[in-house]
């Protein structure tokens, strides 16, 4: 891909949802021209108020673009989008750039990777963190894995969805990555829910537990965060409790192709699945503290 400003460089983006819609508003915002896919109509038409272009079709996204930009979500829709028959494989040519920033699975993207290194287009997996409100505020953070003078053709692009952009390494580095980060929240999730669930049993006020723990070595902002929510019981209505299910399945995933062992984010997976089968599925990731109430007939909440 030849060097280009802003001005000049079109992204064909597919996936403008929670997250998908405000990257690529993000984007429209430092001068992309953004032709953008979503099957959703209201998503669509938010793309249209915020200056993008809307196109008929993934592939009608894809064409003729710089850069092609799939924020999915799920493994499963990756696939159809890049191998039905009109997909991204059969489309894109060089010197376009493909970048996933789905989480997606690692063995599917090294795979995707090879086969479009055969027709001379570098697979960037560049999965995010930071949610929906760093996907609203321009947050995130991006990790990166794939061939690196591909990445540096995209730094500034990515620069402009997110505070920090980091290249990890090889084809499927940036999902490990992401594995890492979603393995250790989804086990503090758990780690608290479990802890405080145990206090309580045993007669202790949970929120003098956590006043006891918490200028200690055990503390961290994400654990605060964390019994802060279990506290309040602000669950909300996100979907998040589905995505760590998931996330934590690809990691499994992962370790089953790597030979790694995986015992903390296999025992997390199984609390989030009983989560959501037990009709918690629409919280936030915290909620999976509703499960050891269940279970153990205790009230975390203490506001």
């Not at 430092?30 to 998503?43: M, N």
């Not at 970048?99 to 287009?121: K, N």
């Not at 969805?161 to 086990?187: F, P």
Request: charged share 15%; glycine share 12%.
């Amino acid at each position: 891909m030849p060097e280009t400003t802003n001005a000049t460089q079109t992204v064909g983006w597919i996936g403008l949802g929670r997250m998908g819609g405000p990257m690529a508003r993000h984007l429209l915002q430092a001068g992309y021209r953004v032709q953008g896919f979503d099957l959703a109509d209201d998503a669509m038409e938010r793309h249209r108020q915020a200056g993008g272009a809307v196109a008929a079709s993934a592939a009608e996204a894809a064409r003729g673009a710089d850069v092609v930009v799939t924020m999915l979500h799920s493994d499963e829709s990756l696939q159809r989008v890049v191998e039905d028959a009109d997909g991204l494989l059969g489309l894109l040519r060089p010197p376009a750039v493909f970048l996933d920033m789905s989480t997606s699975r690692v063995g599917t993207i090294r795979r995707l990777a090879t086969h479009f290194a055969e027709r001379g287009i570098p697979l960037l997996d560049a999965p995010v963190t930071g949610g929906v409100q760093g996907a609203d505020q321009g947050t995130l953070d991006i990790m990166v894995g794939g061939d690196v003078d591909a990445f540096e053709r995209c730094r500034a692009l990515l620069a402009a969805m997110s505070r920090k952009v980091t290249y990890v390494g090889v084809s499927g580095a940036g999902l490990l990555a992401k594995y890492v980060n979603q393995i250790v929240m989804a086990a503090t999730f758990c780690a608290a829910a479990e802890g405080l669930a145990l206090a309580t049993k045993g007669g202790a006020d949970p929120a003098r537990v956590w006043d006891a723990i918490s200028s200690g070595l055990a503390a961290s902002p994400l654990l605060a965060s964390t019994v802060q929510s279990i506290a309040s019981e602000s669950y909300g209505q996100a979907a998040e409790l589905m995505l760590f299910y998931k996330d934590t399945a690809y990691a499994l995933g992962a370790g089953t192709d790597l030979a790694a062992w995986l015992p903390m984010t296999a025992q997390a997976h199984e609390a989030f699945k009983l989560a959501v089968q037990a009709g918690f599925g629409g919280g936030n990731a915290p909620g999976v503290a509703q499960l050891w109430e269940q279970l153990m007939d205790v009230r975390l909440g203490t506001e």
